[in-house]
């Protein structure tokens, strides 16, 4: 419009030329464009601003204003090298401390401070886009929020008209959507306002003087709520009117559908009754329950007609009204219900819309007449976002959501160890949602179908045979773990398959929750979307099945094995089992000789901890399925993550018990040597002391004397072999010699390398031969080859103090020192190379382990 009229007023000005009279001047686009125009513009501009912000890790001092602003007197006023001394600084001490400039700032550098606020993010885990993508509908609901408060300084009556057909068109749309004709609406910023406003609705209907004369006009009102619905609501809105949170009556669900009882539910209105109460509202569950059950609203309805209650249904089974394609009508059945638009479309910040039997009440008129404190200008995103979709894409988006549900449900049902907690589809009736959408309008049928929520957990409830082997008939009757007496290893084994589930199907929103009765489960449910999200497609639920059926077995031959894990690991005389309260693997042992439990002092513990951390290394060697784990009494133990049905217990632990007792051999030899080297350097410099001593005493002061010294030497020349010799450290041997074959021959030889000289000449024995050992027999240290890297960089401290103590240590010394070295670090030489099948790597920290192959038949 701005163009046309533009071209216009220049095609205008170009004919008055031509004519001759006077030139008119341009109209400039920017000046005619309307004022929601511009706005729309703007909200756009900064919306695909904030929506392409990237996350950047760092200190919240990023999110500072610029320098240069004067914030007055405070903390910002410190130099740079000051704020790094202080260090970091939290973003709410930061607002606290910074004082409003005098001042004003552009419009674009807010902006920009709202921008770097944004992109500051904790840790490298966070996600680079720290606001998700925007659509076309979710874009234009965000926009429609701004101008909600630009409208709202219209004029009153112009307001008021405005907001009357914005709300009215769309009360009548959703009244035709969702099958409730004649319906009256309100519009809410949460469900807590909108249980409030049913309340109220509730006691006006009961009691049309209440507006006026309070809570003393009604006599202690009852509320009626299924145990498995959360109370919080109604406390919330008791608590806004004054009324005693006694007035909330819990009823016990039915034990075979989990809804509400209604016998019960008649008996707790009895007595309500007999006790000068006033039954007042029932709230009937339509899926809001975590696991999804659906009231029989029929027989709701008939216990409320005959008391005079008002009727509220809530939950995402109510999104299935959409669906149904036959007319009919709610209205006779329900008195109110809350619909969630926001989280069913997937759409963001949409109001929660009531619709309601409207009420006959001038004071309950006047309130909702006027445009401001009614609010009914909220609807505004609700008015633009319903036109933006369609009617067929609604309902489409939601009937796809009820479909997903069952396929899970279906999957999941079928898979063998897994439990499905949540409303079957069709329990009562026993249809496909596809055929009653498309029969005649029966609401009890529609949302028996429609299963908004699926919640399974793994209980092992399967008969899983153990496998016989030579073991006595006894033991082979081990039977698999089962939860009654396990729950809280179960609820980790849960935790576990929903992390795993999270990460191999990013599509589903897949939720581990605590279910008061069950433990832990999880939870899916396609109702409840965030900003952007879809549900998912039928590719996505075939991997589902497979990463779901691949999994529990997993599960399922864990239990298996951890009975027999657990018997065999009592029966063990080095091996001691070691409760781990967060760990979802098989369980954690500790390798403990023979003992030691009898002393375990402090010292003993530590050296007990390096036992079993030396161990878990050379597991790890072997198969990284083996990880470092701590138990409940600060000691350390080897943790086993979850194994195949192929895995061999017994040849998992005899690997750690062979294993275990070769570092424990081993490091009794390093410290055997650790002992002799040192014994070998106090020797080394004793005997260079007394060296030095006895041929200071032989050759006299003078011949040490600076200056007389050389006079003297050059009258009398010392002897050419009279220096004091330097020590070796024979570590086969355990003796420290002289070296004095080490630079005649130029080179390090033993008696093994002794024909290497010509005509075959030993040679000659080392003039001192110091004994380290005082035992008669020098012991006898293994030798391991090949000799590893690592062993060689473990040996190289002990040559360092030889070197440092001035003694040359010979090359046996080494070469023991490092293949003992060796054999601590790579226990793999003693054992055999053991190919298996473990299909959990549990090396991380993570409390959940991590899945690997291997193979799990041990070389015999």
Same mark, same amino acid.
């Given at each position: 419009?701005?163009?046309?009229?533009?071209? #216009?007023?220049?095609?205008?000005?170009?004919?008055?030329?031509?004519?001759?009279?006077?030139?008119?001047?341009?109209?400039?686009?920017?000046?005619?464009?309307?004022?929601?125009?511009? +706005?729309?513009?703007?909200?756009?501009?900064?919306?695909?601003?904030? %929506? @392409?912000?990237?996350?950047?890790?760092?200190?919240?001092?990023?999110?500072?204003?610029?320098?240069?602003?004067?914030?007055?007197?405070?903390?910002?006023?410190?130099?740079?090298?000051?704020?790094?001394?202080?260090?970091?600084?939290?973003?709410?001490?930061?607002?606290?401390?910074?004082?409003?400039?005098?001042?004003?700032?552009?419009?674009?550098?807010? +902006?920009?401070?709202?921008?770097?606020?944004?992109?500051?993010?904790?840790?490298?885990?966070?996600?680079?886009?720290?606001?998700?993508?925007?659509?076309?509908?979710?874009? +234009?609901?965000?926009?429609?929020?701004?101008?909600?408060?630009?409208?709202?300084?219209?004029?009153?009556?112009?307001?008021?008209?405005?907001?009357?057909?914005?709300?009215?068109?769309?009360?009548?749309?959703?009244?035709?959507?969702?099958?409730?004709?004649?319906?009256? !609406?309100?519009?809410?910023?949460?469900?807590?306002?909108?249980?409030?406003?049913?309340?109220?609705?509730?006691?006006?209907?009961?009691?049309?003087?209440?507006?006026?004369?309070?809570?003393?006009?009604?006599?202690?009102?009852?509320?009626?709520? !299924?145990?498995?619905?959360?109370?919080?609501?109604?406390?919330?809105?008791?608590?806004? /009117?004054?009324?005693?949170?006694?007035?909330?009556?819990?009823?016990?669900?039915?034990?075979?559908?989990?809804?509400?009882?209604?016998?019960?539910?008649?008996?707790?209105?009895?007595?309500?009754?007999?006790?000068?109460? #006033?039954?007042?509202?029932?709230?009937?569950?339509?899926?809001?329950?975590?696991?999804?059950?659906?009231?029989?609203?029929?027989?709701?309805?008939?216990?409320?007609?005959?008391?005079?209650?008002?009727?509220?249904?809530?939950?995402?089974?109510?999104?299935?009204?959409?669906?149904?394609?036959?007319?009919?009508?709610?209205?006779?059945? +329900?008195? !109110?219900?809350?619909?969630?638009?926001?989280?069913?479309?997937?759409?963001?910040?949409?109001?929660?819309?009531?619709?309601?039997?409207?009420?006959?009440?001038?004071?309950?008129?006047?309130?909702?007449?006027?445009?401001?404190?009614?609010?009914?200008?909220?609807?505004? !995103?609700?008015? #633009?976002?319903?036109?933006?979709?369609?009617?067929?894409?609604?309902?489409?988006?939601?009937?796809?959501?009820?479909?997903?549900?069952?396929?899970?449900?279906?999957?999941?049902?079928?898979?063998?160890?897994?439990?499905?907690?949540?409303?079957?589809?069709?329990?009562?009736?026993?249809?496909?949602?596809?055929?009653?959408?498309?029969?005649?309008?029966?609401? @009890?049928?529609?949302?028996?179908?429609?299963?908004?929520?699926?919640?399974?957990?793994?209980?092992?409830?399967?008969?899983?045979?153990?496998?016989?082997?030579?073991? &006595?008939?006894? %033991?082979?009757?081990?039977?698999? /773990?089962?939860?009654? @007496?396990?729950?809280?290893?179960?609820?980790?084994?849960?935790?576990?398959?929903?992390?795993?589930?999270?990460?191999?199907? &990013?599509?589903?929103?897949?939720?581990?929750?605590?279910?008061?009765?069950?433990?832990?489960?999880?939870?899916?449910?396609?109702?409840?979307?965030?900003?952007?999200?879809?549900?998912?497609?039928?590719?996505?639920?075939?991997?589902?099945?497979?990463?779901?059926?691949?999994?529990?077995?997993?599960?399922?031959?864990?239990?298996?094995?951890?009975?027999?894990?657990?018997?065999?690991?009592?029966?063990?005389?080095?091996?001691?089992?070691?409760?781990?309260?967060?760990?979802?693997?098989?369980?954690?042992?500790?390798?403990?000789?023979?003992g030691w439990e009898s002393l375990l002092t402090d010292q003993a513990k530590t050296e007990l901890n390096k036992l079993n951390i030396d161990l878990v290394e050379a597991l790890k060697s072997t198969d990284n399925a083996f990880s470092l784990g701590e138990g409940t009494d600060g000691l350390i133990c080897v943790r086993f993550g979850m194994v195949t049905h192929?895995?061999?217990?017994?040849?998992?632990?005899?690997?750690?018990?062979?294993?275990?007792?070769?570092? =424990?051999?081993?490091?009794?030899?390093?410290?055997?040597?650790?002992?002799?080297?040192?014994?070998? *350097?106090?020797?080394? #410099?004793?005997?260079?002391?007394?060296?030095? %001593?006895?041929?200071?005493?032989?050759?006299?002061?003078?011949?040490?004397?600076?200056?007389?010294?050389?006079?003297? @030497?050059?009258?009398?020349?010392?002897?050419?072999?009279?220096?004091?010799?330097?020590?070796?450290?024979?570590?086969? =041997?355990?003796?420290?010699?002289?070296?004095?074959? *080490?630079?005649?021959?130029?080179?390090?030889?033993?008696?093994?390398?002794?024909? =290497?000289?010509?005509?075959?000449?030993?040679?000659?024995?080392?003039?001192?031969?110091? &004994?380290?050992?005082?035992?008669?027999? &020098?012991?006898?240290?293994?030798?391991?080859?090949?000799?590893?890297?690592?062993?060689?960089?473990?040996?190289?401290?002990?040559?360092?103090?030889?070197?440092a103590a001035g003694v040359a240590t010979s090359t046996p010394a080494i070469s023991a020192t490092a293949s003992a070295a060796a054999a601590a670090a790579a226990i793999g030489n003693h054992v055999e190379n053991h190919a298996r099948t473990v299909s959990q790597s549990s090396a991380g920290s993570s409390s959940v382990p991590e899945l690997v192959a291997v193979?799990?038949?041990?070389?015999?």
């Open positions: 419009a701005a163009t046309t009229i533009a071209t #216009t007023s220049t095609s205008t000005a170009t004919t008055a030329t031509a004519t001759g009279a006077p030139a008119v001047a341009e109209i400039a686009a920017s000046s005619i464009r309307s004022g929601l125009a511009e +706005l729309e513009l703007r909200s756009s501009q900064v919306l695909q601003r904030l %929506e @392409n912000v990237k996350a950047v890790p760092g200190t919240p001092s990023k999110v500072l204003t610029e320098p240069g602003d004067n914030h007055g007197t405070g903390d910002n006023q410190l130099l740079p090298d000051q704020q790094e001394q202080r260090g970091p600084v939290a973003v709410a001490d930061v607002a606290l401390s910074t004082q409003l400039r005098q001042e004003h700032r552009v419009p674009s550098d807010i +902006l920009k401070s709202l921008e770097q606020l944004v992109a500051y993010s904790d840790s490298d885990d966070d996600p680079e886009f720290p606001l998700p993508a925007l659509d076309d509908v979710s874009h +234009l609901a965000l926009i429609s929020h701004s101008i909600v408060a630009y409208l709202s300084h219209l004029d009153r009556q112009h307001l008021l008209r405005v907001t009357n057909s914005i709300s009215g068109d769309a009360t009548r749309w959703l009244g035709t959507l969702f099958h409730f004709g004649n319906a009256a !609406s309100s519009f809410h910023a949460d469900n807590a306002d909108a249980v409030l406003r049913t309340v109220r609705l509730a006691i006006v209907a009961r009691c049309p003087g209440y507006l006026e004369g309070g809570i003393p006009a009604l006599a202690q009102p009852c509320f009626y709520i !299924s145990e498995n619905t959360t109370p919080v609501r109604l406390q919330y809105a008791c608590r806004q /009117l004054g009324i005693s949170l006694d007035a909330i009556k819990i009823i016990p669900e039915h034990s075979k559908y989990g809804t509400m009882d209604l016998g019960q539910l008649q008996k707790q209105v009895q007595l309500d009754l007999a006790g000068s109460r #006033t039954p007042l509202l029932v709230v009937a569950d339509i899926g809001a329950s975590l696991c999804g059950y659906v009231d029989n609203l029929q027989r709701l309805r008939d216990v409320c007609k005959a008391h005079n209650m008002w009727l509220h249904a809530s939950g995402h089974g109510l999104a299935a009204l959409v669906c149904a394609q036959s007319p009919g009508n709610v209205h006779d059945v +329900l008195h !109110s219900m809350a619909l969630n638009l926001g989280s069913w479309l997937g759409v963001p910040s949409l109001p929660i819309v009531l619709l309601h039997r409207p009420l006959q009440n001038s004071a309950l008129s006047a309130f909702e007449s006027d445009p401001i404190l009614s609010r009914r200008l909220n609807a505004l !995103s609700l008015w #633009t976002s319903l036109q933006a979709l369609g009617r067929k894409a609604i309902a489409e988006r939601l009937h796809v959501a009820f479909q997903t549900c069952s396929i899970l449900f279906e999957i999941a049902s079928k898979c063998e160890g897994i439990r499905v907690l949540s409303h079957t589809p069709g329990a009562q009736t026993g249809a496909a949602l596809s055929d009653i959408i498309n029969s005649a309008f029966d609401v @009890n049928a529609l949302f028996d179908a429609a299963a908004p929520v699926v919640v399974y957990q793994f209980d092992g409830s399967t008969t899983i045979p153990i496998t016989a082997g030579a073991e &006595p008939a006894a %033991e082979t009757g081990l039977r698999p /773990l089962e939860k009654v @007496n396990n729950a809280s290893y179960f609820d980790r084994l849960n935790s576990w398959l929903g992390q795993i589930l999270q990460r191999d199907c &990013p599509n589903f929103d897949f939720e581990v929750i605590e279910h008061p009765t069950h433990g832990s489960c999880i939870r899916y449910c396609p109702l409840e979307l965030g900003l952007g999200e879809q549900p998912p497609s039928s590719e996505n639920l075939e991997s589902f099945a497979q990463s779901l059926e691949a999994h529990v077995d997993i599960l399922r031959a864990t239990i298996k094995h951890k009975a027999r894990f657990m018997h065999l690991v009592e029966r063990s005389e080095v091996l001691r089992l070691v409760p781990l309260p967060e760990w979802a693997g098989m369980g954690g042992v500790r390798f403990v000789p023979e192929e895995t061999e217990v017994e040849e998992l632990l005899d690997l750690v018990v062979t294993v275990g007792k070769s570092v =424990q051999e081993n490091s009794r030899v390093l410290d055997t040597m650790s002992e002799i080297v040192k014994k070998g *350097i106090e020797a080394a #410099t004793a005997d260079l002391q007394r060296e030095s %001593e006895e041929k200071l005493w032989q050759e006299g002061i003078l011949r040490h004397v600076p200056v007389v010294g050389r006079v003297f @030497n050059w009258w009398s020349p010392p002897a050419k072999e009279s220096g004091i010799k330097g020590r070796s450290l024979n570590l086969t =041997q355990g003796v420290v010699e002289s070296t004095e074959n *080490i630079y005649k021959y130029h080179m390090q030889m033993s008696g093994e390398t002794a024909h =290497q000289l010509p005509a075959n000449r030993s040679p000659p024995t080392p003039m001192i031969q110091t &004994p380290v050992v005082s035992t008669a027999t &020098p012991p006898v240290f293994p030798t391991v080859e090949p000799v590893t890297v690592e062993a060689q960089e473990s040996a190289a401290p002990i040559a360092a103090a030889a070197a193979n799990s038949a041990i070389k015999q």
